[in-house]
Antibody
């Protein structure tokens, strides 16, 4: 069974940092592009970042560029999102997702990040 | 960025009746490879988004055949032939033609 389990969320002050993790299982992790998507309270879904299968290509939304870094460890089947210089507007439920836009899309259950100002 | 616009934003429906949601993109989602990069998702309360339709009209694995996606270029439609209790939630369209991937605002399917 395909599983994506996010962790690392929590309460942090504005300007602080957090590192989100996403543990993948049930599929060959290294074969898939991976993504982070977030949903702020009462708002819709917003794509945050993506990383190629081997980590050689990363792309970011303008709102997080220069502050967030996506990475992966294919040996450990892990996806990460390092979030620095956090702002109140980064408060959201963060999902990791496999193969967004493809036929094999799967999402995790999300981890909540709350940034206090 | 490609802007995705859904309508309506709220859709009261009686179970057993059909439903239809529209999604319009600010530019064509047809790729040179012949694929149209438009997906539909359902997010039920407290759950993560579930892929319903990929590449414009392809039902995802395990999705009931009462769901269908159609359209081309910039205009797309999700149809539910007969709404069931498990179908209520928020529906999103999403374009994956280019980054940043963008979502519509969401359409809340509610019990009438």
């Amino acid at each position: 069974e395909v599983q994506l389990v996010e962790s690392g969320g929590g309460l942090v002050q504005a300007g602080g940092s957090l590192r989100l993790s996403c543990a993948a299982s049930g599929f060959t992790f290294s074969n898939y592009w991976m993504h982070w998507v977030r949903r702020a309270p009462g708002k819709g879904l917003v794509w945050v970042s993506r990383i190629k299968t081997d980590g050689s290509i990363t792309t970011y939304a303008d709102s997080v560029k220069g502050r967030f870094t996506i990475s992966r460890d294919n040996a450990k089947d892990m996806l990460y999102l390092q979030m620095n210089s956090l702002r109140a507007e980064d408060t959201a439920l963060y999902y990791c997702a496999r193969d967004l836009g493809g036929r094999a899309t799967q999402w995790g259950q999300g981890t909540l990040v709350t940034v206090s100002s | 960025d490609i802007v995705m616009t859904q309508s309506p934003l709220s859709l009261p429906v009686t179970p057993g009746e059909p439903a239809s949601i529209s999604c319009r993109s600010s530019q064509s989602l047809l790729n040179s490879n012949g694929n149209t990069y438009l997906d539909w998702y359902l997010q039920r309360p407290g759950q993560s988004p579930q892929l319903l339709i990929c590449l414009g009209s392809n039902r995802a694995s395990g999705v009931p055949d009462r769901f269908s996606g159609s359209g081309s270029g910039t205009d797309f439609t999700l149809k539910i032939s007969r709404v069931e209790a498990e179908d209520f939630g928020v529906y999103y369209c999403m374009q994956a033609l280019q980054t940043p991937y963008t979502f519509g605002q969401g359409t809340k399917l509610e019990i009438k």
